[in-house]
């Protein structure tokens, strides 16, 4: 297991937000983790990442406690994407992908740094973008330059928080098929926040949905994406069709 999670908590004050969360992942895994709105999700990978610490608990990446970790440590191990726009300085978009490299050049970038950011936007077909500022990009175009930065910390568990916010359908599709790439050909790991259950299940090897602050149902996107759980767990009536052995779900309605 590349990354175990192990009775993690986490409340803030008079607020609990997850309770006893246990989770083993295996290299190369795509897990997409579901929800309500407020349901832990962010949280989740927050702590995962060491944003926040958890109240009780333990995560392990590569068997390395990360409360133990440094920040340099922890960030060769885990690549984080957070959901919310993040205010970067006028910056080229090369220049906001290579400070992905600063855990392995933290005094000064050396050109197998710049080779490697150079390779990553040409492999997510955005090296276009390389001399534009970040700040003057489309929101779409601002999210794919802040993935590119998290893969290119090469390391082997990704954090994902709403990966396809801002992306058109195409750029959902790529963006989506890159993670799936990338863990079938290099072997990372990614950790999914995502509200697209579609999505999910087209891409994810497992589906974890937490509900009232604990994992309600984890497995096979077939066996989590489910028409009774998604009506108890999100308040709505479903029907899930069956494509080529994938789940698709059809909002019917509100439950009553």
């Known amino acids: 297991m590349i990354l175990r999670i192990e009775n993690v908590s986490f409340s803030y004050p008079s607020t609990p937000v997850l309770k006893g969360i246990t989770l083993h992942v295996s290299r190369g895994e795509v ?7 407020g349901a832990g999700k962010s949280t989740l990978l ?13 995560i392990y990446v ?16 885990t690549g984080y994407l957070s959901q919310k726009s993040e205010h970067v300085f006028p910056m080229t978009v090369f220049e906001v992908v290579l400070m ?4 392995y050049s933290p005094f000064r970038f050396t050109r197998h740094d710049e080779k490697i950011v150079a390779g990553i936007l040409a492999q997510m077909d955005i090296g276009g973008l390389a001399n534009r500022a970040f700040d ?26 709403e990966p ?9 599709l790529e963006i989506m098929q890159l993670i799936r790439r990338v863990a079938k050909e290099e072997g990372k790991t990614s950790l999914i926040a995502i509200h697209d259950l579609n999505l999910a299940a ?3 090897d497992r589906v974890i949905i937490i509900h009232h602050h604990k994992i309600f149902s984890a497995g096979t996107p077939a066996e989590v994406l489910i028409e009774e759980s998604l009506s108890h767990v999100f308040g709505v009536a479903v029907k899930i069709y069956n494509h080529n052995g994938i789940p698709h779900i059809v909002l019917v309605a509100p439950v009553s």
């Open 136 to 161: 003057r990009l489309s929101g779409g175009e601002q999210q794919q330059v802040l993935i590119a930065r998290a893969l290119a910390q090469e390391a082997n568990v990704l954090l994902f928080d």
């Open 202 to 204: 087209s891409f994810a």
């Open 62 to 77: 590569n068997e390395l406690d990360i409360k133990k970790a440094t920040c340099l440590e922890r960030a060769r191990k």
């Open 31 to 37: 897990v997409a983790v579901v929800g309500k709105n």
């Open 164 to 172: 396809t916010n801002n992306l058109d359908l195409r750029h959902q």
């Open 46 to 58: 927050k702590c995962i990442n060491h944003i926040i610490k958890p109240s009780g608990g333990v």
């Open 100 to 103: 992905g490299r600063y855990p």
